[in-house]
């Protein structure tokens, strides 16, 4: 926009990526109060150069905070992909966002769920799965819910290597983890096109104070 200075979002692998991170002293506490961080989440909505997009994700902490009531205020959300590890303190986090999102008040449409450390799979022994977590707690809360089990991600050490080298695993396509982030964008762009072919458009939330 012209005469307006906006933030430049990183580029890598045809994504552009913008974080809070980018912005604080890595070593020390962010000590923001919600006022605060929602005032940055703001800022790297709208003032970013973000071009055209194909798809706009935003990763949010778990819980239902200030930042989640302030996004579903500033943007129509298209849908909710809520992320939970198997163990059932997880799967109670996840619940409550799953709660919030179908609120009669939001009404966010959840386009499935993702199990995240699903198992351990060791680099030496690639065909076994050892359920560290527990065994399948998302997919029996997906089944239970009547949304789709979008991806199981095991616990494999290239993961984390990857992610320190800044070389996701996504990119190694003819590896299993890199295989199950595939797999797991193809199955958001299929159910988010069936929720804009099936649903109407998603409204922002307005809140009444009084």
């Keep these: 926009m012209e005469g307006r ?12 990526l913008l974080s809070i991170g980018f912005f604080v002293n890595p070593d020390t506490a962010t000590l923001w109060r ?8 703001k800022q790297l909505i709208a003032d970013a150069n973000w071009g055209e997009l194909d798809y706009f994700i935003l990763d949010t902490p778990p819980g239902t905070s200030d930042i989640h009531l302030t996004l579903l205020q500033t943007l129509s959300i298209t849908g909710a992909v809520i992320v939970s590890t198997p163990q059932k303190v997880a799967l109670a986090d996840a619940r409550k966002g799953i709660d919030m999102y179908s609120n009669d008040k939001v009404n966010v449409p959840i386009l499935g769920l993702v199990e995240n450390m699903a198992w351990f799979t060791p680099a030496e022994l690639p065909e ?34 990857n992610g320190d080298a800044g070389t996701p695993a996504a990119t190694n396509i003819d590896s299993m983890t890199g295989q199950a982030f595939i797999n797991l964008a193809q199955a958001v762009v299929t159910v988010t096109n069936l929720r804009n072919k099936e649903k109407p458009k998603t409204k922002i939330v307005h809140v009444d104070n009084k």
């Design 5 to 16: 200075q906006l933030i430049e979002p990183v580029e890598k692998y045809g994504v552009k």
């Design 34 to 41: 919600g006022a605060m961080a929602t005032s940055a989440l």
């Design 128 to 161: 076994n799965k050892y359920y560290i977590f527990g065994k399948e707690g998302c997919k029996a809360l997906a089944q239970e819910l009547h949304v789709p089990l979008l991806a199981q991600i095991p616990i494999v050490q290239s993961i984390c290597d």
